[in-house]
């Protein structure tokens, strides 16, 4: 086995955040970890800790499972739970900070791989498996692949076992994991009046001698668990069900006061074995499957006797004045394009004709119509001449990033550089509100401005290429911007 096939993987948890170097085979290596914390930030720079401690030439790639909705094809965390890292760039953040490919999943996926690979799920082809700790996550494979449905299918944790239940963080009422979870045990043990310090163990014990508020906590943690798996035993057919985590094997045993009760919906469950390894493994094999795919198809590609590509598109370059509706950000394209000579193509520009000669419409409307106008813009700069450099004004974040990889590339540009532009939540409240009577009928009104706060709160750049960063509630330091973009996109002009 090559030195080269080493990875860091990474589990991220409500509680502890764990890393470890992975072989080749599986194999942990070597292993650190961490609490987890509810703040982002304070977590993504605990991962880059541990990353740096744990870094060798040997590593190749870097595997991170996270909670939550997490679009694995993008890189891109959607949602969250008791972690929310939706609000940063994880991947491509610390793909800066290490300096390596990072690959993200949902972290029930990353734990069924290695299962797959190591543990109870090898050898089977169609599994479901719930990870219960903190949450609950969950996964779902058929004929060993991972079920991604458009992108995030698989999220267990979130079925709903009683519509009048507890709140939970997704929204909804009633889901397994607010019943369910580590965290749902601890309610059942406060609620039945035992004290905080009584262990899921303890429990077991109790209930073996008799006490029958011992069986009915565990009853009221088990009974809705087997409602959720005969749910995906009815939806997925499975040959095996799996409980991972840092409390599957617990629930498989309280499970046995809850067994299934519909002859249709019988399903082995099982307990996982590679317990809190689960997830850096996973992670670190999925990491270096994606790095292995990635060397593979450079080298299909770098072959001379590949076979013939689709005409070569002449390289065009752009700058990406991106920034949340009224961060300045028309403001600073207008400058940089007076100031540098490029055409400057911004999203409202091509939309509101439309919208003043259409007469307006609702806000879904509105946004089909910057969908269209965002292609539109793609489309004048794949018609353009080679080595034509636009200025292009939008918000960026209002698509999946996949889409604006896919314009890029049929419109031939090589080049970006960014210019995020931004303000405090509050700044663009009072912006947007000024501007109402002047934008056209079809854009959102003043019932948008306290989503655009919680927007501003969590928006970030695309960080692809070169970033300049421009706080608008500054005067625009043009000379700087300039200066910049002629040494970074305009260098070879």
């Not at 089977?124 to 498996?129: A, F, N």
């Not at 749902?184 to 508020?213: E, T």
């Not at 080679?386 to 999946?400: H, L």
Request: charged share 20%; with cysteine; hydrophobic share 45%.
């Amino acid at each position: 086995m090559p030195l080269s096939s080493r990875a860091i993987g990474i589990d991220i948890g409500g509680t502890n955040l764990r890393a470890a170097r992975i072989s080749g085979t599986g194999e942990i290596l070597d292993r650190i970890s961490e609490k987890s914390a509810p703040d982002p930030e304070l977590v993504l720079s605990r991962i880059a800790e541990m990353v740096r401690r744990l870094d060798s030439p040997e590593v190749a790639a870097i595997g991170i499972g996270v909670p939550g909705r997490v679009d694995a094809q993008l890189g891109a965390v959607l949602s969250g739970g008791y972690v929310n890292l939706a609000t940063i760039s994880l991947a491509q953040r610390l793909e800066s900070l290490a300096g390596k490919p990072v690959v993200i999943d949902n972290d029930c996926n990353m734990a069924l791989v290695a299962e797959m690979a190591l543990g109870a799920a090898r050898g089977h082809e169609s599994i479901v498996m719930f990870t219960i700790g903190t949450g609950i996550g969950g996964a779902v494979v058929q004929d060993r692949r991972i079920v991604r449905g458009k992108g995030t299918a698989g999220q267990l944790g979130h079925i709903t076992v009683d519509i009048s239940g507890e709140a939970c963080v997704c929204g909804r009422r009633g889901c397994v994991e607010t019943t369910s979870s580590g965290t749902a045990l601890g309610r059942h043990i406060a609620r039945a009046g035992l004290g905080p310090d009584v262990s899921v163990d303890q429990l077991f014990a109790r209930d073996a001698g008799g006490d029958p508020l011992a069986r009915g906590v565990l009853e009221a943690w088990a009974g809705p668990l087997r409602a959720a798996i005969d749910t995906t035993v009815a939806m997925f057919d499975p040959d095996l069900v799996l409980l991972g985590g840092g409390l599957g094997l617990a629930a498989h045993r309280a499970l046995a006061g809850a067994p299934a009760l519909a002859p249709w919906y019988q399903c082995p469950v099982e307990p996982a074995r590679l317990g809190d390894d689960a997830g850096v493994i996973g992670a670190g094999l999925q990491a270096l499957a994606a790095h292995a795919a990635a060397a593979q198809a450079a080298v299909a590609q770098a072959s001379p006797v590949s076979l013939p590509t689709a005409r070569a598109v002449p390289s065009r370059r752009a700058v990406l004045v991106n920034g949340i509706p009224a961060s300045g950000k028309s403001t600073v394209s207008r400058g940089i394009a007076e100031r540098m000579g490029w055409p400057l193509l911004a999203l409202d520009t091509i939309k509101n004709p439309f919208l003043e000669v259409l007469g307006g419409g609702d806000r879904e409307f509105n946004r089909t119509l910057g969908r269209a106008s965002y292609q539109a813009i793609w489309s004048v700069v794949g018609e353009a001449p080679a080595g034509s450099i636009f200025v292009v004004d939008a918000w960026f974040g209002f698509q999946p990033r996949q889409i604006l990889e896919d314009h890029l590339r049929s419109a031939g540009v090589e080049q970006t550089a960014e210019i995020w532009c931004h303000a405090p939540g509050e700044v663009l409240a009072e912006r947007y509100r000024a501007r109402l009577d002047q934008r056209p009928a079809g854009h959102p009104g003043a019932a948008y401005i306290p989503e655009l706060i919680e927007l501003a709160n969590r928006a970030e750049p695309l960080r692809r290429g070169p970033l300049f960063d421009v706080d608008t509630t500054k005067p625009i330091a043009f000379d700087a911007i300039t200066q910049w973009l002629q040494a970074t996109i305009a260098a070879d002009r």
